[in-house]
C-alpha cells in the first residue's frame, strides 16, 4: 500500500522561507510531485523529483531522498499569495497493470502573514 | 487554453437521483483520472483511463461507473446518489502515466452535494 504524511497547517511570515516535508512509503515509486492548490480551485504543477537531490525553479525548490523515503518543498520570499495547500504526490506503478497512478497525501495548508 | 474543462461546476441532488459528470481535455493526452477530495481526506483516486475504451478501478471506485468512448472525453457516472458521495470531484489528465515528468493537468472541479 501507500502512505503518504505531510504537516497538516503551517504559518510563515511574508519574506521568510518555510520548507513542508513529505515522507513516504511505496513500492514501485517512480517519481514525487508537488502541486499548490488555492483554497477553492483545481491543482497545479509545481514540480517533479525522481533522482535524489535539488529541483530549482525560481522561488520554490523542490528535494528527494529515496533511500529515506523523504521530500521537501522549499519555499523563498514568502508572498502573500503564497497561502495555499501543497499536496505531495507520489507516482507509482499500480497493482501491477502496468499503469502508473498518483497517490495524493491530504496536503498542508500554508497560511502566510503579514 | 481550455486545457481540462469539467460541467457541470456545482450541482444538488437528492439521494437516488442518477448523473453524470462531464471531463473533456483537449491537449490529446492519453490517461484521464477522476478523483474526489473531501476535507482531510485528500485527493483520492475513483476511476482511471489509459486511453480510448479502456477503464480501470481506482482507491475508492464503488457506487460509480466510468466510460471513456471518445479520446478526449471521460464521464463520471452516479446511478443511485447517496450523501457519502457529496464531495469536490475533479478530473484529470496526462500524456501517460511513467516516463519523465508528465504531471497531471487538473478541471476546475465539479461540487456536489446529496441531500
Known amino acids: 500500500g501507500q502512505n503518504i504524511d505531510q504537516p497538516t497547517e503551517m504559518t510563515a511570515t511574508e519574506g521568510a522561507i518555510v520548507q513542508i516535508n513529505c515522507t513516504y512509503q511505496?513500492?514501485?515509486?517512480?517519481?514525487l510531485f508537488w502541486y499548490q492548490q488555492h483554497a477553492g480551485e483545481a491543482p497545479t504543477f509545481l514540480s517533479y523529483?525522481?533522482?535524489?537531490g535539488l529541483e530549482e525553479k525560481g522561488r520554490f525548490s523542490s528535494f528527494l531522498s529515496r533511500s529515506k523515503g523523504y521530500s521537501y518543498l522549499l519555499l523563498k520570499e514568502l508572498q502573500m499569495k503564497d497561502s495555499a495547500s501543497y499536496l505531495c504526490?507520489?507516482?507509482?506503478?499500480?497493482?501491477?497493470?502496468?499503469?502508473?497512478?498518483?497517490?495524493f497525501g491530504k496536503g498542508t495548508k500554508l497560511s502566510v502573514i503579514p | 487554453n481550455a486545457g481540462v474543462t469539467q460541467t457541470p461546476k456545482f450541482r444538488v441532488l437528492k439521494t437516488g437521483q442518477s448523473m453524470t459528470l462531464l471531463c473533456a481535455q483537449d491537449?490529446?493526452?492519453?490517461?484521464m483520472y477522476w478523483y474526489r477530495q473531501d476535507p482531510g481526506m485528500g485527493l483520492r483516486l475513483i476511476h482511471y483511463?489509459?486511453?480510448?475504451?479502456?477503464?480501470a478501478k481506482g482507491e475508492v471506485p464503488d457506487g460509480y461507473n466510468v466510460s471513456r468512448l471518445k479520446k478526449q472525453n471521460f464521464l463520471l457516472g452516479l446511478e443511485s446518489a447517496a450523501p457519502s458521495q457529496t464531495s469536490v470531484y475533479f478530473c484529470?489528465?496526462?500524456?501517460?502515466?511513467?516516463?519523465?515528468?508528465?504531471?497531471?493537468?487538473f478541471g476546475d472541479g465539479t461540487r456536489l452535494s446529496i441531500l
Open positions: 484529470a489528465s496526462s500524456r501517460t502515466g511513467q516516463g519523465l515528468r508528465q504531471p497531471q493537468h
Open positions: 511505496t513500492s514501485g515509486f517512480n517519481g
Open positions: 523529483n525522481v533522482l535524489d
Open positions: 504526490a507520489v507516482r507509482s506503478q499500480y497493482s501491477g497493470a502496468g499503469s502508473y497512478q498518483l497517490t
Open positions: 491537449m490529446n493526452h492519453e490517461y
Open positions: 483511463s489509459v486511453g480510448e475504451g479502456t477503464t
